[in-house]
Structure formats: structure tokens, C-alpha cells
């Protein structure tokens, strides 16, 4: 299963961008799809989840009332719609999922998709 990040860009303190995750193979059956984000020099951090049956979401604090994920079980796919953007959002966003609801760890990641905003 390969995971295809795509979506980031430049936009502007308050504008929106769309990012999305694309999973292609045939074995894929996750239990939950994630966003994680890694800004430079720092380390990597949750952004939110979405469990692949039922669709229930967690985002972390930062994204809350700002970031939306969603999914279309049809396409193996999963966005996020990210409003209000901030400068402390720019980051490498990376896509992943998990197989199983045990462990913490992610089995697959995507290659990462880039978001700048400016101020």
C-alpha cells in the first residue's frame, strides 16, 4: 500500500488550502487515517485522525475550529480542509494509517506534502 500526499503550498495568514491522501493497493483496510505535521527544527506532531469505520475525528488543540478531516471510503481517500491558517501551521504534512486499533505506532506514511503560510 503507498499513501500519496498532495494539496500543500504558499497561501496566506487566514487563507485555506486542501490537502488529501490518496492509498492505492489492494490490501488496504486501515483502522484509522491520520495527519501528522513536522515543522522545521522541530519534532513531528499530531494533527488529527479519523477512524476509517464510523468516521469519528480528534484533532489536536492547535487545529480545533480551524482544520477538518474527512474521507471518501470510495477513493481510499482522505482530506483535510485546513481554514484560518496560521503562520505556525507552515509545515511538512504527512498522512498515515494505521492497521490495527492497538499500539500507537502508524504502519503506513505517506511522502509528506508542504504548507507555508505567511504573515
Known amino acids: 500500500v503507498q499513501l500519496q500526499a498532495s494539496g500543500g503550498g504558499l497561501v496566506q495568514a487566514g487563507g485555506s488550502l486542501r490537502l488529501s491522501c490518496a492509498a492505492s493497493?489492494?490490501?488496504?483496510?486501515?483502522?484509522?487515517m491520520a495527519w501528522f505535521r513536522q515543522a522545521q527544527g522541530k519534532e513531528r506532531e499530531f494533527v488529527v485522525v479519523?477512524?476509517?469505520?464510523?468516521?469519528?475525528?480528534s484533532y489536536a488543540d492547535s487545529v480545533k475550529g480551524r482544520f477538518t478531516i474527512s474521507r471518501d471510503n470510495a477513493k481510499n481517500t482522505v482530506y483535510l480542509q485546513m481554514n484560518s491558517l496560521k503562520p505556525e501551521d507552515t509545515a511538512v504534512y504527512y498522512c498515515?494509517?494505521?492497521?490495527?486499533?492497538?499500539?500507537?505506532?502508524?504502519?503506513?506514511w505517506g511522502q509528506g506534502t508542504e504548507v507555508t503560510v505567511s504573515s
Open positions: 498515515a494509517y494505521k492497521i490495527s486499533p492497538y499500539g500507537i505506532s502508524y504502519d503506513y
Open positions: 479519523i477512524r476509517w469505520s464510523g468516521g469519528s475525528t
Open positions: 493497493g489492494r490490501s488496504f483496510s486501515p483502522y484509522n
